[in-house]
């Protein structure tokens, strides 16, 4: 057996553990940069249509084309999400790339924030699930998105490790095949199942929140093509399994489906 197939043996089984565990276990897709209608979307939406998983897409709010409201407006099974103001890197040369982190005036960063958030409110299947870009948000800012109206926020990792953000639901990705360290490429097959085999595992564990759904993080404008054929197979393997569910962004908002 090569260690591809082992690997894919290695998720099965905990998978098996997790649904005779819990019942099933949860999953959500969530694509980071969109701002407009291109080949590359076009692909990701046929990939997560084929699996049957519903699409959070994040999309830019200051780079947002009307053309993609357009492109998305007949679909079913796909959410916009705001992915902060205009995905631009205020941090100190010094310090990892952050948009809305605590660097500038609050209120300053909350007034972007909101202007995104009613710039959005008019493209179709709009959700209020704040995604901040590079995944970081300071402590200030996400303690004043509820009252902007923000229902949700998503990050990278653990939401038990994450920022606290009052009034709202952390819904957070854990499972990202691209190579950002090595220079954009996909990490390879091997490490993306033992990335997911481990998330798993942390799962059973209690390492990881057992009760949040393991979110699949993509990029369609900067994966190459081996990253999106790893993902359509993956999508297509839990989608082919019973104990795996797919959730849309509704059931992630909604307060009974885990804890806050």
Same mark, same amino acid.
């Given at each position: 057996?090569?260690?591809? !197939?082992?690997?894919?043996?290695?998720?099965?089984?905990?998978?098996?553990?997790?649904?005779? %565990?819990?019942?099933?276990?949860?999953?959500?897709? %969530?694509?980071? +940069? $969109?701002?407009?209608?291109?080949?590359?979307?076009?692909?990701? @939406?046929?990939?997560?249509?084929?699996?049957?998983?519903?699409?959070? #897409? &994040?999309?830019?709010?200051?780079?947002?084309?009307? !053309?993609? $409201? $357009? %492109?998305? $407006?007949?679909? *079913? =099974?796909? /959410?916009?999400?705001?992915?902060?103001?205009?995905?631009?890197?205020?941090?100190?040369?010094?310090?990892?790339?952050?948009?809305?982190?605590?660097?500038?005036?609050?209120? @300053?960063?909350?007034?972007?924030? /909101? /202007?995104?958030?009613? %710039? #959005? !409110?008019?493209?179709?299947?709009? &959700?209020?699930?704040?995604?901040?870009?590079?995944?970081?948000?300071?402590?200030?800012?996400?303690?004043?998105?509820?009252?902007?109206?923000?229902?949700?926020?998503?990050?990278? =990792?653990?939401?038990?490790?994450?920022?606290?953000?009052?009034?709202?639901?952390?819904?957070?990705?854990?499972? +990202?095949?691209?190579?950002?360290?090595?220079?954009?490429?996909?990490?390879?097959?091997?490490?993306?199942?033992?990335? #997911?085999?481990?998330?798993?595992?942390?799962?059973? *564990?209690?390492?990881?929140?057992?009760?949040?759904?393991? =979110?699949?993080?993509?990029?369609?404008?900067?994966?190459?093509?081996?990253?999106?054929?790893?993902? =359509?197979?993956? #999508?297509?393997?839990?989608?082919?399994? *019973?104990?795996?569910?797919?959730?849309?962004? +509704?059931?992630?908002?909604?307060?009974?489906?885990?804890?806050?």
């Amino acid at each position: 057996m090569s260690r591809e !197939a082992e690997l894919w043996s290695l998720v099965g089984e905990r998978l098996d553990r997790l649904a005779a %565990r819990d019942g099933e276990t949860r999953f959500w897709l %969530r694509d980071d +940069d $969109a701002v407009g209608p291109t080949p590359r979307l076009d692909a990701l @939406l046929a990939m997560a249509a084929a699996a049957g998983a519903p699409l959070a #897409l &994040a999309v830019i709010p200051a780079g947002a084309k009307s !053309a993609l $409201a $357009a %492109r998305l $407006a007949p679909l *079913s =099974g796909v /959410a916009v999400l705001p992915h902060g103001f205009a995905h631009r890197n205020h941090a100190p040369a010094n310090e990892k790339k952050t948009e809305l982190g605590d660097h500038r005036p609050t209120e @300053l960063v909350l007034a972007e924030l /909101a /202007a995104g958030h009613a %710039r #959005l !409110a008019g493209f179709p299947h709009y &959700a209020p699930l704040l995604v901040p870009p590079w995944n970081r948000i300071g402590p200030g800012v996400a303690a004043g998105l509820a009252a902007l109206g923000f229902r949700g926020l998503s990050l990278y =990792g653990d939401r038990r490790r994450n920022p606290a953000a009052p009034g709202l639901r952390q819904v957070n990705t854990h499972f +990202d095949p691209v190579d950002w360290r090595g220079g954009g490429g996909f990490v390879g097959r091997e490490r993306a199942l033992e990335m #997911l085999g481990k998330r798993l595992g942390q799962l059973l *564990s209690g390492e990881h929140d057992p009760a949040e759904p393991t =979110g699949i993080l993509s990029h369609h404008l900067a994966q190459d093509a081996a990253t999106f054929i790893f993902l =359509g197979d993956l #999508l297509r393997y839990l989608a082919k399994r *019973s104990d795996c569910r797919f959730l849309f962004v +509704d059931e992630l908002l909604a307060g009974s489906s885990f804890g806050q």
